[in-house]
């Protein structure tokens, strides 16, 4: 367990937190957003060994030939110092070094050495052996499929359209997850609150019940209301019990959003640090369209993405339907001597040049495949820019109805705060009313219970306009900056 958190040390067993520092430690530990960082690094990796195409390959060959075939009458009568010898023997041990690379334009190229060791017994030498060396450079350059930078480096451009897509992927899962940790903070302290209004209001049913105690020993009240207060105060610690039990689950999903065991610290609990009220958004009157929205949303930016992919697939599916016309060049410098030394140097000058060009020309009859390969590309793009299309579609919806949401929730919001004023009011006026004998407990506690239901109502109007305002906040992209976490490049 990471150190640097405030549950690693013996410490007690409550936990306060505010909303930046549990998203931050949410973000540091949470498992989805460490496999999304992992999946975004593992595309990076493989788009650094997709520009690897143009590293060289150096090589090498050894070979060893034996022969041993007869000879015809008019070999044997070629040469005096032969016309003995029925059988050629030759050995012939080749030695082949060299590098071979790809060019950006689509070339090929292979620069190598061959030295071949040859022994016969037809040579008119003393030891029978003599060595040639070959020192040749061969390019090979596509004219037409597969010519030019655009088509050399199509698995690096593909590559790339996928590292930025895993990246979008990444901050994707960074904004679903700050999104459920300032949701998971919110419930909590909704349950604290739910829990304390709970206790408050069985405390203010057993002050009602001292209350009614003494107007009925006064001979005030009716004994009935001793029952309806003792029945009030139950259903109230029923209630406070269920709260109890939110706040539990509360802290399990803190707990499992952090990716912490209750088994190390069962007894730790936490607590939201937050004014007894949040406060509702400076700025919800400005809720216009914000200009170039989708370059800040993930979803979008993947579904262009992927669609700049596909336009990359097809243009090379289109290539492979031309034909395969290439031209060859190639250039090598010889030597031939009677000894392994001499043979070497001498291929190294330019003492015994030689060259040849061509052209290669390669079309398959018909060429079905490569047609329906790129027809079939071609479907793949163009339900990618529906999809990008249909994701820009969303993402204005998307705003349209969070704003719409935000100011709503803000409205309704500044309502409940009047009711609760007035039913605040109500309920001094009903007590009053009560204490001098003009009115029944049973009305005074229903009283209570609309003023707490009215209560409850605007603690999920705070939450929800808090969490209304982090929704509208991720689609404008500064969500993620607001809370201090940094996308690294």
Known sequence: MDTGVP???????????????????????????N?????????EKLTQ??????????????????????????????????????????????????????????????????????????LATRDDREYRGTLTLAVKQPLLRGAGRQMTEVAIRVAEKEQQIEQQRFVKQLLDTVGEA?????????????????????????????????????????RVDLLE??????????????????????????????????????????????????QAPAATADLDLPPQLADTWPAYRIAMLRLEQEQIRLDYTKDLQ??????ELGYSRNSLSGGFRPGL???????HPGWYVGAALEMPVGNDGAREKSGAQMLKRDAARLQAEAEATTL???????????????????????????????????????????????????????????????LDADVRLQLAELSVRALTGRLLDSFGVRVPE
């Open 7 to 33: 549950w690693a040390q013996p410490a007690g067993s409550e936990l306060s937190l505010d909303l930046t520092q549990f998203v931050q430690w949410t973000v540091l530990r949470n498992a989805s957003a």
């Open 229 to 278: 207060a003792d029945v009030a105060i139950g259903s109230r610690e029923t209630e406070v019990a269920r709260a109890q039990q939110q706040l539990v689950e509360s802290n399990a999903r803190v707990r499992n959003l952090l990716n912490m065991s209750a088994v190390e610290r069962p007894q730790l609990r936490f607590t939201p640090v937050q004014p007894s009220r949040p």
């Open 322 to 327: 031309r034909p395969d016309l290439s031209l």
């Open 396 to 458: 204005g919806n998307e705003w349209m109805s969070r704003a719409a949401q935000l100011k709503a929730i803000s409205q309704e919001r500044q309502q409940l705060q009047q009711e609760v004023q007035g039913r605040e009011k109500l309920l001094d006026a009903e007590r009053m009313h009560y204490e001098r004998g003009r009115a029944r407990l049973r009305v005074l506690v229903e009283t209570g219970d609309r003023l707490e239901d009215s209560r409850l109502r605007l």
């Open 49 to 122: 060994a997709e520009r690897a195409l143009y590293d060289p390959t150096a090589f090498s060959r050894l070979r060893r030939d034996v022969y041993d075939h007869p000879r015809t009458y008019e070999e044997r009568t070629q040469s005096l110092t032969n016309v003995d010898k029925e059988s050629a023997l030759e050995q012939i041990n080749a030695t082949d070094v060299g590098v071979r690379g790809k060019l950006p334009s689509g070339a090929t190229f292979e620069l190598s050495h061959d030295l071949h060791r040859r022994a016969s017994n037809l």
């Open 345 to 351: 140097e001498t291929s190294l000058h330019n003492r």
């Open 182 to 222: 300032a949701s998971t903070y919110w419930q909590l302290y909704r349950a604290q609150q739910m829990l304390a209004m709970r206790q408050r209001a069985v405390r203010s049913a057993m002050e009602l019940r001292d209350i009614a105690q003494r107007l009925v020993d006064r001979g005030f009240a009716p």
């Open 35 to 43: 496999a999304a960082r992992l999946q975004a690094e593992a595309s």
